[in-house]
């Protein structure tokens, strides 16, 4: 047998980088794959599917320690002259972001497309912001490039990140940090445990209710297994992490989200709010804010939907989408898919003709040579449980 | 007592008295590729070259071929599967075959390796 790799964990380097949970990882037998230039748990002896349902059920601990942490620190003092400089890069509106908020954001590029999607916290003094592994050595130097004038830009490099996430998160980590209970979706909180600091925000990458928490990488494993002993808390490798995240409908940079997409046409307009756009007290003053303010008015003409393919094999990325009745014009393309444990189904994204992206829509994809029926979905494809 | 052979891409071959050979994954394979979630199967009378792709198994996560064995012509394939493909993860190198096929030279089973043979290919690996 030989792995054709229709995956969506292809973003492959050199295996150079561990994280601190790297030895952690490998005394809970964790099978474990390059990515993003770390060496990382694809899956633990539990397997993606069991991984996968406990998270939903129960409660799941991720190891993200390479996704990227920067500091933005307010030469003035004053975070919000940190928020407006960082909106000369996003589209989001960061100048209104309270302290004790976080908001997800894109940096575009002067064509509208993506460099890379990011959390951006306020933390009352200066701005926590979180990336994507492979993209966080150019997003520093992005950043330092063009906010050095108003912050210090700090990679919080011996810093690592922690998911935890499920219905029973709350309680979990509530026996840490008892105010963690307080947060709701999207707050973000310092925490003082043992002398550690601790970024905590209730928020994730799974449809869940859970919380991300930053903490020094010296710290890491010990917290980690203060976790793991808790009942009801299983290791989660980055398996279940994606089909977790794509039935929830969530991006994945590289995949569904890249240069080659813009924000309207990734259906993530909500993540332009109003003050950014035509006629807001911000409007514009990013990259690419004339073509995505023109995609913003008319439309792009493409769009990112769900789909739900008929039988068990699931679609993967690449595969193209076609009207039943004319399978020679491709009209779009599967972004991400995989099969969704919850749902005992496929399910995928992809781009597709923006006026066919209602759902409901009825397509046929190739597998193999052979046509399988596909349907627009909405997403998410499992609602989210967050703690609004 | 039917012999089981075995190829370097994982796949096993039992010789069965009729003169037959069944086909599936080691369990090797099964646990390299995780929780399978559909496995699709050559159809009977179908003909295979030595080493065409032939099947195909779906974990959550990815797609892997799995190549003919042998030369020969399908007999039939294994219906357990279709309606519980988690079989493969359970008993790989039994109840989950995934078919059986005639094969075109009864001699090219012999230049398989034996279960030593897979064994020692194994710890190369």
């Known amino acids: ?388 | 007592m039917a012999e089981t052979r075995f190829t370097k891409d994982h796949e096993w071959v039992r010789l069965e008295d009729d003169g037959t050979a069944t086909v599936g994954i080691t369990d090797h394979a099964q646990q390299a590729l995780g929780d399978v979630v559909f496995i699709e199967l050559p159809d009977a009378d179908r003909e295979l070259a030595d080493g065409e792709s032939c099947a195909v198994v779906e974990s959550v996560k990815a797609a892997s071929d799995v190549y003919a064995p042998l030369a020969g012509t399908v007999v039939e394939n294994n219906p357990l599967l279709g309606e519980d493909p988690s079989l493969v993860n359970r008993d790989a190198e039994g109840e989950a075959w995934f078919f059986r096929m005639e094969p075109n030279d009864p001699e090219q089973f012999n230049e398989l390796m034996d279960a030593d043979g897979y064994q020692s290919f194994l710890e190369t690996l």
């Open chain 1, 1 to 388: 047998m030989s792995e054709n790799s229709p995956q969506s964990l292809d973003k492959i380097q050199a295996p150079v980088g561990r994280t601190s949970l790297h030895a952690l990882h490998l005394e809970l037998g964790a099978r474990m794959v390059p990515f993003a230039g770390y060496d990382m748990p694809l899956q633990y002896p539990a397997g993606i599917m069991t991984e996968h349902l406990h998270t939903r059920t129960r409660c799941g601990l991720f190891d993200v320690s390479h996704m990227g942490q920067v500091r933005l620190v307010p030469r003035s003092g004053a975070v919000r002259d940190a928020a407006l400089a960082l909106e000369r890069l996003v589209p989001a509106d960061i100048g209104g972001l309270a302290a004790g908020r976080q908001r997800y954001a894109l940096l575009t590029d002067d064509n509208g497309g993506i460099l890379d999607d990011l959390m951006v916290a306020n933390l009352g003094d200066s701005l926590l912001v979180v990336v994507n592994a492979g993209c966080k050595v150019a997003d520093v130097a992005h950043m330092n490039a063009n906010l050095s004038d108003a912050c210090e830009v700090e990679f919080l490099e011996d810093r690592a990140l922690l998911a935890l996430q499920g219905p029973e998160a709350e309680a979990v980590l509530s026996t840490l940090l008892p105010e963690a209970r307080e947060m709701r979706f999207m707050d973000m909180r310092r925490f003082n445990l043992d002398g550690q600091e601790l970024t905590v925000s209730r928020s994730g990458y799974t449809g869940e209710d859970g919380y991300e928490i930053g903490l020094p990488g010296s710290f890491a494993d010990e917290f980690a297994r203060r976790l793991l002993a808790i009942p009801g808390v299983l290791p989660i490798g980055l398996g279940a992490r994606d089909s977790l995240r794509l039935e929830a409908g969530l991006c994945l940079y590289g995949s569904d989200l890249g240069l080659d997409t813009s924000p309207v046409e990734a259906a993530l307009e909500w993540s332009i709010q109003k003050s950014r756009r035509a006629g807001g007290a911000r409007a514009g003053g990013y990259p690419g804010a004339t073509l995505i303010q023109n995609q913003l008015d008319q439309g792009a003409p493409r769009r990112r939907v769900g789909l739900r393919a008929e039988g068990r094999a699931p679609l993967r990325g690449g595969a193209p989408l076609f009207l039943p009745d004319a399978p020679g014009v491709e009209v779009g393309r599967v972004s991400s898919g995989a099969f969704g444990p919850s749902l005992q189904a496929p399910v995928a994204m992809g781009f597709l003709r923006a006026d066919l992206a209602e759902p409901g829509t009825r397509l046929v994809s190739e597998l193999r040579g052979r046509a399988v029926a596909v349907t627009v979905s909405a997403m998410p494809f499992v609602p989210a449980t967050y703690k609004r």
